[in-house]
């Protein structure tokens, strides 16, 4: 598996999409990496935006909520690389939101080799200094554990096999994003 097959999924910043937070006694980090696995369901509060939508983020990127319609293309497609916790969501008036599931990614690659990314000029902003991006997120190939999810060991970044986007995609999943990793790009 290399950067043209695999892809990056991630929240759409669809607006007013909710986001969520919960206090850290959870471990949200080991969470999301499939270090630990909550068994009892963890409680997430309304941080900003009011619409629940098929992927919630928390408010920073350790935390991902999954709607049941995300988690069931996962579990009728046997993908491998994942897991869900219970979770408990409460919105913006404080009711609970019912149909929602923590995701854990347990698959993995190897580090991002980021002299693999070229920067280029995407503009200008208003001040007059140019734009940067770097483009592609490459990671050794042989690194990738086999899993339909996976993530780098250190990071953030979700990746999915083209099987995975596909299902996802052919769902019409609302604040999901889907873009070939070696087309991700990020600011310098």
């Given at each position: 598996?290399?950067?043209?097959?695999?892809?990056?999924?991630?929240?759409?910043?669809?607006?007013?999409?909710?986001?969520?937070?919960?206090?850290?006694?959870?471990?949200?980090?080991?969470?999301?990496?499939?270090?630990?696995?909550?068994s009892e369901p963890v409680m997430f509060t309304h941080h900003m935006g009011r619409i629940p939508k098929d992927l919630i983020p928390g408010s920073d990127s350790w935390i991902q909520l999954i709607s049941d319609k995300f988690?069931?293309?996962?579990?009728?497609?046997?993908?491998?690389?994942?897991?869900?916790?219970?979770?408990?969501?409460?919105?913006?008036?404080?009711?609970?939101?019912?149909?929602?599931?923590?995701?854990?990614?347990?698959?993995?690659?190897?580090?991002?080799?980021?002299?693999?990314?070229?920067?280029?000029?995407?503009?200008?902003?208003?001040?007059?200094?140019?734009?940067?991006?770097?483009?592609?997120?490459?990671?050794?190939?042989?690194?990738?554990?086999?899993?339909?999810?996976?993530?780098?060991?250190?990071?953030?970044?979700?990746?999915?096999?083209?099987?995975?986007?596909?299902?996802?995609?052919?769902?019409?999943?609302?604040?999901?994003?889907?873009?070939?990793?070696?087309?991700?790009?990020?600011?310098?």
């Open positions: 598996m290399d950067a043209t097959h695999a892809f990056v999924f991630r929240e759409a910043l669809e607006e007013d999409a909710l986001r969520v937070r919960t206090d850290d006694s959870v471990g949200r980090k080991d969470v999301l990496i499939g270090r630990s696995a909550p988690r069931d293309v996962l579990c009728a497609n046997s993908f491998s690389g994942w897991r869900s916790y219970p979770v408990e969501v409460y919105g913006a008036n404080g009711k609970l939101i019912g149909g929602y599931h923590g995701l854990s990614i347990t698959g993995r690659c190897g580090k991002i080799d980021d002299s693999k990314s070229p920067i280029i000029e995407d503009g200008f902003y208003p001040t007059g200094i140019p734009r940067k991006k770097k483009v592609g997120l490459f990671f050794p190939p042989e690194s990738w554990d086999g899993s339909d999810l996976f993530m780098v060991s250190d990071g953030y970044i979700m990746f999915c096999t083209e099987r995975v986007a596909e299902a996802l995609l052919s769902v019409n999943l609302t604040n999901v994003q889907i873009t070939r990793a070696s087309e991700y790009w990020r600011p310098v």
